[in-house]
Nanobody
Framework: QVQRVESGGGLVQPGDSLRLSCVVSGRTFSSFAMGWFRQATGKDREFVASISGGPGSTYYADSVKGRFTISRDNAKNTVYLQMNSLKPEDTAVYYC?????????????????WGQGTQVTVSS
């Protein structure tokens, strides 16, 4: 059973930074694509960023491009989401997810395993 444990969320002010971490256990981490999604209250879960297995190609939602950076440390079985210049509209529960097979990097339906989520609140 693949498990993911997210951490790093919290309450910050607009313009601040946070780094989310997601530790994955149970499988060959480096082979699989990883994604970060978020879900604000009353809204659908939306794509934030993804990083492929192997070469580590990255993809971002337009709303976070230039502010967020996804990365992975295969030696630590960990994927990170560095979030800079946070805005109130970034407030949401953030989830990491593993995609075992080929599919759309932006589609939650194409991810197989999900973490429990970590709350990020951006407010003055």
């Amino acid at each position: 059973q693949v498990q993911r444990v997210e951490s790093g969320g919290g309450l910050v002010q607009p313009g601040d930074s946070l780094r989310l971490s997601c530790v994955v256990s149970g499988r060959t981490f480096s082979s699989f694509a990883m994604g970060w999604f978020r879900q604000a209250t009353g809204k659908d879960r939306e794509f934030v960023a993804s990083i492929s297995g192997g070469p580590g190609s990255t993809y971002y939602a337009d709303s976070v491009k230039g502010r967020f950076t996804i990365s992975r440390d295969n030696a630590k079985n960990t994927v990170y989401l560095q979030m800079n210049s946070l805005k109130p509209e970034d407030t949401a529960v953030y989830y990491c997810a593993t995609r075992l097979y080929s599919g759309n990097y932006y589609s939650p339906a194409d991810y197989n395993f999900w973490g429990q989520g970590t709350q990020v609140t951006v407010s003055s």
